[in-house]
Protein backbone atom coordinates (compact mmCIF):
# COMPACT_ATOMS: atom_id res chain seq x y z
CA UNK A 1 0.00 0.00 0.00
CA UNK A 2 1.05 3.34 -0.89
CA UNK A 3 1.00 6.59 1.61
CA UNK A 4 0.24 10.03 -0.08
CA UNK A 5 0.73 12.99 1.99
CA UNK A 6 -0.48 16.20 -0.32
CA UNK A 7 0.51 19.87 0.19
CA UNK A 8 0.17 23.20 -1.37
CA UNK A 9 -3.58 24.51 -0.78
CA UNK A 10 -4.72 27.52 0.35
CA UNK A 11 -6.88 30.39 -0.52
CA UNK A 12 -6.33 32.51 -3.94
CA UNK A 13 -8.29 35.09 -5.73
CA UNK A 14 -10.11 34.11 -8.92
CA UNK A 15 -7.51 34.56 -11.89
CA UNK A 16 -4.78 33.42 -9.83
CA UNK A 17 -2.48 29.98 -9.63
CA UNK A 18 -1.74 27.21 -7.24
CA UNK A 19 0.51 24.20 -7.05
CA UNK A 20 -0.67 21.07 -5.60
CA UNK A 21 1.70 18.89 -4.64
CA UNK A 22 1.34 14.70 -3.56
CA UNK A 23 4.66 12.72 -1.95
CA UNK A 24 4.18 8.91 -1.96
CA UNK A 25 6.31 6.44 0.01
CA UNK A 26 5.74 3.01 0.56
CA UNK A 27 5.03 0.74 -2.70
CA UNK A 28 7.14 1.20 -5.65
CA UNK A 29 6.12 4.99 -6.91
CA UNK A 30 7.03 4.51 -10.71
CA UNK A 31 4.92 1.34 -11.16
CA UNK A 32 1.16 2.96 -10.72
CA UNK A 33 -0.52 5.90 -12.11
CA UNK A 34 -1.26 8.65 -10.33
CA UNK A 35 -4.51 11.16 -10.35
CA UNK A 36 -6.49 14.22 -8.76
CA UNK A 37 -9.87 14.01 -7.45
CA UNK A 38 -11.75 17.04 -5.83
CA UNK A 39 -14.73 17.07 -3.90
CA UNK A 40 -16.50 20.22 -3.07
CA UNK A 41 -19.13 20.96 -0.23
CA UNK A 42 -22.21 18.58 -0.59
CA UNK A 43 -21.37 17.02 -3.70
CA UNK A 44 -19.41 13.76 -5.22
CA UNK A 45 -16.36 13.41 -5.61
CA UNK A 46 -15.45 14.32 -9.20
CA UNK A 47 -12.63 13.32 -11.43
CA UNK A 48 -9.73 15.95 -12.07
CA UNK A 49 -6.66 14.85 -13.92
CA UNK A 50 -4.09 11.86 -14.28
CA UNK A 51 -1.37 10.70 -15.53
CA UNK A 52 0.36 7.20 -16.44
CA UNK A 53 3.46 6.16 -14.24
CA UNK A 54 5.50 6.86 -17.58
CA UNK A 55 4.41 10.44 -17.76
CA UNK A 56 3.64 9.92 -21.10
CA UNK A 57 -0.36 9.85 -20.79
CA UNK A 58 -2.52 12.29 -19.09
CA UNK A 59 -6.03 12.92 -19.00
CA UNK A 60 -8.37 15.60 -17.36
CA UNK A 61 -11.66 16.53 -17.00
CA UNK A 62 -13.10 19.26 -19.53
CA UNK A 63 -13.86 21.90 -16.60
CA UNK A 64 -10.13 22.11 -15.94
CA UNK A 65 -8.46 21.66 -19.47
CA UNK A 66 -6.62 24.12 -20.88
CA UNK A 67 -5.95 25.37 -17.20
CA UNK A 68 -4.66 22.50 -15.45
CA UNK A 69 -1.42 20.55 -15.77
CA UNK A 70 -0.08 17.09 -13.96
CA UNK A 71 3.12 16.11 -13.97
CA UNK A 72 5.13 13.59 -11.95
CA UNK A 73 8.96 13.24 -10.71
CA UNK A 74 9.45 9.64 -9.94
CA UNK A 75 12.98 10.23 -8.51
CA UNK A 76 11.03 12.33 -5.84
CA UNK A 77 7.86 10.10 -5.69
CA UNK A 78 5.67 13.30 -6.45
CA UNK A 79 2.85 14.30 -8.30
CA UNK A 80 1.73 17.96 -9.02
CA UNK A 81 -0.81 19.67 -9.90
CA UNK A 82 -0.75 23.11 -11.54
CA UNK A 83 -3.51 25.09 -11.29
CA UNK A 84 -4.08 28.32 -13.43
CA UNK A 85 -6.57 30.51 -14.44
CA UNK A 86 -8.48 29.58 -11.16
CA UNK A 87 -12.32 30.17 -10.88
CA UNK A 88 -14.51 29.76 -7.80
CA UNK A 89 -16.15 26.71 -8.51
CA UNK A 90 -12.65 25.29 -8.41
CA UNK A 91 -12.90 25.68 -4.65
CA UNK A 92 -13.13 21.98 -3.48
CA UNK A 93 -11.32 19.74 -1.12
CA UNK A 94 -8.31 18.28 -3.77
CA UNK A 95 -7.26 14.50 -3.06
CA UNK A 96 -4.51 12.70 -4.62
CA UNK A 97 -4.84 8.98 -5.35
CA UNK A 98 -2.58 6.23 -6.78
CA UNK A 99 -4.13 4.07 -9.32
CA UNK A 100 -4.23 0.38 -9.81
CA UNK A 101 -2.59 -0.05 -12.63
CA UNK A 102 0.32 1.81 -14.26
CA UNK A 103 -2.67 3.50 -17.32
CA UNK A 104 -4.10 7.14 -16.27
CA UNK A 105 -7.96 6.27 -15.42
CA UNK A 106 -10.92 8.94 -14.73
CA UNK A 107 -12.75 6.16 -12.91
CA UNK A 108 -12.76 6.99 -9.73
CA UNK A 109 -13.26 3.54 -8.79
CA UNK A 110 -9.58 2.98 -10.63
CA UNK A 111 -7.97 4.33 -8.23
CA UNK A 112 -7.25 2.37 -4.74
CA UNK A 113 -4.79 4.59 -2.46
CA UNK A 114 -5.87 7.96 -1.40
CA UNK A 115 -4.74 11.14 0.50
CA UNK A 116 -6.12 13.24 3.49
CA UNK A 117 -6.74 15.68 1.05
CA UNK A 118 -5.72 19.90 0.85
CA UNK A 119 -8.20 22.87 0.74
CA UNK A 120 -8.46 24.78 -2.22
CA UNK A 121 -10.50 27.69 -1.99
CA UNK A 122 -10.87 30.26 -4.41
CA UNK A 123 -12.26 34.04 -3.98
CA UNK A 124 -14.32 35.98 -6.55
Known amino acids: QVQLVESGGGLVQAGGSLRLSCAAS????????MGWIRQAPGKEREFVAA????????LYADSVKDRFTISRDNAKKTVYLQMNSLRPEDTAVYYCAAGRTEIASMGLNDFESWGQGTQVTVSS
Open 51 to 58: ISWSGGST
Open 26 to 33: GRTFRRYA
